[in-house]
């Protein structure tokens, strides 16, 4: 039996996406100094310091050197890297690379250079660097740009499940072109350059492990059948003739709580001060076309099951929970639709215009930051799901979700919203759970703004 080519699959038209990405760094590195300049030029019609062209080539010299590390740290073009982790290294090379030169600054020339520009490109860097990334790849992903053609061998059983876990996290950049059992000879794909396989490991590997030896990839990666295990932050550990997998339980450590309750106070005060207005305005709105509160509350589980009353702006009839039956056997599709998500696509308790709209951007949600304030919720975490809701999903998952706090976004938001079902929605909260970091929080943030402003899933 031959490797079976796999179709449907269009190929990348162009090898140089890391050149894409570099060059796009370049400006983008040019734009921050530009801003860091400019602030500094405000700034000395107050305080005049010199800016002296010496000074600011040096600079510029040292922040061009930027890509060259970030080549170092493989994100040129960076496949196989999950958007979690290309967030955490572009963030993480870029800071250091700013504290490098710094310290060159006050060690090697005493200062010449601005400390105040040096700091401000920083900063604007490491805001912009990582956006630019994302807009990269979005744009190399919809040209046709991206990804590197990969073989999958392995479990028969399996094959499929990898095979569409590849094509769905497509940001991943292995494009899956052909699939066969290990000992196949190798198929055509390879003869054409194809330099990673995927080997899908059955429950023996003693037989398996002899056999990748023989394969004619220059990379293979081993995916053991061990479905639910943290994988985001997993190394591999040399136990003499053992291979040993650490996983570091990230919820568990002190200082981890501590970040992720920091940076939801200091983000749920900018951000509730920042919503009040519109709060107010749509708040407003509701009562002024349907009778009832402003606010709609309703008890809900938080973190160690102790519950909390959770805020919305009330976006449908205020009668509404009584009737959740009827809403059901009046909507279209709405049987299907309750059964696999819980959520109605064409719901008749929703306030025409101002409710719809409310819930096409979450607008209904923004109370929710009194929640995080008073520490009840989290800007990222599980959705607070109705007893209704919570009685669908299993023992275990639920215990889950239970150990962090409920957030106001979270993967479900992010990963289709109101279109995902009950057991997408289990899956994507263990998965954060097990894999809780501060750079997943900050990806899902960065997310769900690109999420709601789109629309899609809400209703």
Known sequence: MTGQPIAGLRLPRLPAAGLFIAAGDLLVLLAALFLAVALRTWINRWLPIGIHSEM???????????????????????????????????????????????????????????????????????????????????LLRRWGWWGEPVVVLGAADRRPAVIAALRKNAELGWLPVA???????????????????????????????????DLPYRRVVLVPNMQGVPNLWVSARDLGTYLGLEMRRNLLVRSNRIAKRSLDLLLGVVLLALAAPVIAGFGLA??????????????????????????????????????????????????????????LRDDPRVIPGVGHFMRRFSIDELPQLWNVLRGEMSLVGPRPLPDYHLARLDGAAGRMRQRVRPGITGLWQISGRGDASVAELQHLDTYYVRNWSIWLDLHILARTVLVVLNGRGAY
């Not at 002024?288 to 606010?295: E, I, L, Q, T, Y």
């Not at 919305?312 to 959740?324: D, F, P, Q, Y």
């Open 56 to 138: 600011l080539s040096g600079v510029s010299i040292a922040v061009l050197l930027l890509p060259l590390a970030y080549a170092a740290a493989k994100l040129y073009p960076g496949y196989g890297l999950m958007p979690v982790e290309r967030l955490r290294k572009r963030v993480t090379v870029t800071a250091m690379c700013y504290a490098a030169i710094i310290v060159f600054d006050r060690v090697a020339q005493d200062g010449q250079w601005s400390r105040g520009i040096l700091l401000a490109a920083a900063v604007f860097s490491l805001l912009l660097v990582p956006v630019w990334d994302g807009i990269a790849l979005r």
């Open 179 to 213: 699939e066969g059992e290990i000992a196949d000879r190798p198929p055509a794909a390879a003869a054409r350059g194809v330099s990673l396989a995927i080997v899908v490991m059955p429950d023996d590997v003693t037989a398996v492990t002899a056999a990748t030896d």
């Open 286 to 343: 509701t009562v002024a076309v349907s009778r009832g509160p402003m606010f709609f509350t309703q008890t809900r589980l938080g973190l160690d099951g102790r519950p909390f009353r959770m805020w919305k702006l009330r976006s449908m009839v205020a009668t509404a929970e009584r009737m959740l039956d009827a809403a059901v056997a009046a909507s279209r599709g709405g049987q299907d639709d309750w059964d696999r998500a819980m959520k």
